[in-house]
């Protein structure tokens, strides 16, 4: 069954990665949702603060799991009725810790697509799980699509490709993205970020690499752009202001979200500060 794997924690942003997965299921014919819920405890939840750090009673810890069990049943059934019954969805609870348990949904139930909720820069709902954003988006081997806590559903026109000409071969990963037919109408803008401005007067190195691109992607409708921005963060997401971009793809290479979240601080990387979904392929 074609799957979609949510971690939730009951945040509003985990909440609205939810709502926006909904909706993603019902364009793109997913079959079944697992919600995933990570009871895991570190040494830390089991003290109270206070002067003498008393330990949480276990019926404490009892009624909190009993609570979250029941926010899991009704989020089931709200998905189950926004979606008119058509999307089967399973809860799995785990005490293990959250990317680890993560990465054995995906060893056991082979799901598509991981969504995850991010907070941004300007706003944090103190969700656990877009505080564990990074880790887990490196470590899936499924791809993993992140969802903005301020965008709503909107058909995918456009999306938006980032590149680095030196790592092109990289857009293989293009090729075997299976575009659903929703995307037919759908336009790929493959952007590179050009601080040097060589593409004003291109050389042999750069129209070698624009054939390259056209040849990666000849199934596909899109255009080549360019950015002189002189820095590539700020290139990709000055370029999302002036474009009606409804999805990001994240390839490997310098380009990557990945790449910057590695080597920059979160605060400067994309994931933190896209206004747009972000797909991370794999």
């Known amino acids: 069954m074609k799957t979609l794997l949510i971690p939730v924690d009951f945040s509003p ?12 299921c019902k364009d793109y014919g997913y079959e079944r949702i697992i919600l995933l819920k990570s009871f895991y405890d570190t040494v830390f939840d089991h003290i ?3 002067a003498e750090y008393a330990p949480v009673s276990p019926h404490y810890m009892a009624r909190e799991r009993q609570e979250a069990n029941a926010l899991m049943d009704d989020l089931s059934q709200d998905i189950i009725t926004k979606t008119n019954k058509k999307v089967q969805v399973v809860s799995m609870v785990s005490e293990a810790p959250l990317l680890r348990a993560i990465l054995e949904v995906i060893k056991e139930e082979s799901p598509e697509m991981v969504v995850l909720g991010s907070d941004n820069f300007k706003y944090s709902s103190g969700s656990f799980i877009a505080a564990n954003l990074i880790p887990i988006a490196k470590a899936s ?18 999306i938006l490709v980032p590149v680095d000409y ?15 037919p929703q995307w037919n109408d759908s336009k790929l803008l493959v952007l590179h970020v050009d601080a040097k401005e060589k593409y004003l007067n291109p050389d042999d190195q750069l129209i070698a690499a624009e054939q390259h691109v ?11 752009c360019y950015s002189s921005d002189k820095n590539i963060i700020n290139g990709i997401l000055n370029f999302t202001e002036k474009h009606k971009v409804q999805l990001i793809i994240s390839l490997p290479g310098k380009h990557s979200f990945l790449y910057y ?11 933190r500060n896209a206004r747009e979904p972000v797909m991370i392929l794999k």
Not at 142 to 150: F, N, S
Not at 261 to 271: E, F, P, V, W
């Open 214 to 224: 056209h040849e990666r992607l000849r199934d596909y409708q899109h255009d080549i």
């Open 48 to 50: 109270v603060v206070s």
């Open 141 to 158: 081997p499924a791809r993993v699509l992140i969802v903005p806590v301020t965008y709503t559903y909107r058909p995918v026109k456009t």
């Open 166 to 180: 030196k790592t092109l071969d990289s857009l293989h990963k293009l090729e075997n993205l299976q575009i659903p």
């Open 261 to 271: 979240l590695t080597h920059k601080s979160i605060s400067d990387a994309i994931c």
């Open 13 to 24: 942003t985990s909440d609205n990665a939810v709502d926006f997965a909904i909706e993603w």
